[in-house]
């Protein structure tokens, strides 16, 4: 488990465990909290070297305004994926993470290089985020999200879709947990982070998790939840699929790794927008990253209520006549 820091001070984590680098592959903002910015930190924070590969290059997210967009050259960055795949330390690479993508071609070029990590790591880890779109529709190009689908998905060992993104990928318009879980399993990866799913309590968001152990064996889904935050920040499910899988990496269990990533999230974002913050403040508060201090609930999904042996009271005594 990764081991919590001191308190008071941001720099003084040391993490017990062998971290080894991550490849983070996603959109770059120079100003705000999102994409690479958001999970390189987030992962750096728990102690993993990061290879931080920019898809596309933005003022700040698009949420904030327009802005100038800088694309990447096809060309360029299936070269550059390439050198990273002759590293000397490509092979012990722990897990490469995929977010948001801003070209057709930079599909074909991540599944190249997650085709030769996996021939020369095959236990390494393939985190597929498929930022594609919203309760609003597709926010890219339709090509892109159908090459993610067809290309990235059938490759990955995680994935965290949002409910959205997961109808879409399984054509499918699920409106319950039921339904998403039963789709989630379809596309037959071995985890499955739903954020945004249908929450049990009231004003209260959910990450639901659909998995299998080790061996093999499917296990019973299990949904965080914990209140919803007004009009949250940007960057929310970058720092949510990034802190779950760098406590993955450090050895937690799927249901501890949910349960610290959304915890994290929740104290992030809320007191980020407590003191009146625009974007998330992940450097300011990168300590709740380790001991998160919010409360969530965590439940299993399918699970029948428990039997209960109901005493019947005792009968009232006949009045004397």
């Not at 390494?124 to 290309?151: N, Q, S, T």
């Not at 799913?197 to 093999?216: C, D, K, P, S, Y």
Request: charged share 20%; aromatic share 6%; glycine share 8%.
């Amino acid at each position: 488990m990764i081991e919590s820091p001191d308190r008071g001070s941001a720099n003084s984590h040391k993490a017990p465990f062998e971290a080894k680098p991550v490849i983070v592959i996603s959109s770059h903002v120079m100003a705000g909290a999102v994409g690479n910015r958001a999970a390189a930190f987030t992962l750096e924070r728990l102690g993993f070297p990061v290879w931080e590969v920019p898809t596309v290059i933005l003022p700040w997210h698009p949420g904030h305004g327009p802005g100038t967009v800088q694309r990447i050259n096809p060309e360029l960055f299936a070269k550059s994926l390439e050198d990273l795949s002759r590293h000397p330390d490509f092979a012990s690479v722990s897990a490469i993470y995929s977010g948001y993508l801003g070209s057709l071609e930079q599909v074909g070029a991540i599944a190249s290089l997650v085709d030769r990590y996996k021939s020369l790591n095959p236990a390494g880890i393939f985190f597929c985020d498929p930022v594609i779109g919203d309760k609003e529709g597709l926010y890219m190009a339709e090509d892109i999200a159908i090459a993610i689908r067809d290309h990235l998905i059938p490759r990955a060992d995680i994935i965290s879709p949002n409910r959205f993104e997961l109808n879409w990928l399984t054509a499918s318009a699920e409106e319950n947990n039921n339904g998403l879980i039963e789709q989630a399993r379809k596309l037959g990866r071995k985890t499955t982070m739903i954020t945004s799913a249908f929450a049990l309590m009231r004003n209260a968001i959910a990450n639901l998790l659909i998995h299998e152990e080790e061996t093999g064996k499917t296990t019973l889904p299990i949904m965080c939840e914990h209140p919803a935050i007004p009009n949250p920040q940007n960057g929310t499910g970058d720092m949510m699929a990034s802190l779950f899988l760098g406590h993955k990496l450090a050895s937690a269990s799927d249901e501890t790794a949910l349960k610290q990533a959304s915890s994290g999230v929740l104290e992030v974002v809320t007191r980020s927008a407590n003191l009146g913050y625009r974007d998330l403040e992940i450097a300011r508060f990168a300590d709740r990253f380790h001991s998160p201090m919010a409360m969530v609930n965590m439940r299993q999904i399918g699970v029948g209520p428990k039997l209960t042996t109901i005493r019947k009271a005792p009968r009232k005594p006949r009045p004397l006549d």
